[in-house]
């Protein structure tokens, strides 16, 4: 499997991005796509996530209302949509991909890692 992530950058306070992940090369359409993000010196958290088949999304506290996920089954892509972001969603966002339909909110349930982009907001 193969995992292309885009759309990082530097930003201001309040402003939106829109990360993608193209993924190819997986042998079923039965899989979760999730984004983490890293900030330095941290571990790698949760972000949202959703279910190819049927769409189902999941989301961490911290991006609640303010990040949305969703996909385009003919592109197999995967979009992280953020909006008014903060100086605190600054860190490096990875897409990745686990087999099954059962979410998890553990980087270790996933291996299928994307390269990462770098986003940046300022204050």
């Known amino acids: 499997v193969q995992l292309q992530a885009s759309g990082g950058g530097l930003v201001q306070a309040g402003a939106s991005l829109r990360l993608s992940c193209a993924a190819s090369?997986?042998?079923?359409?039965?899989?979760?796509m999730a984004w983490f993000r890293q900030a330095p010196g941290k571990e790698r958290y949760f972000v949202a996530s959703?279910?190819?088949?049927?769409?189902?999304?999941f989301y961490a506290d911290s991006v609640k209302g303010r990040f949305t996920i969703s996909r385009d089954n003919a592109k197999n892509t995967v979009y992280l949509q953020m909006d008014s972001l903060k100086p605190e969603d600054t860190a490096v966002y990875y897409c990745?991909?686990?087999?099954?339909?059962?979410?998890?909110?553990?980087?270790?349930?996933?291996?299928?890692w994307g390269q990462g982009t770098q986003v940046t907001v300022s204050s």
């Open positions: 990745a991909l686990r087999y099954g339909a059962v979410n998890n909110y553990s980087r270790y349930a996933y291996g299928n």
């Open positions: 090369g997986h042998t079923s359409n039965n899989y979760i």
């Open positions: 959703i279910r190819w088949n049927g769409g189902s999304t």
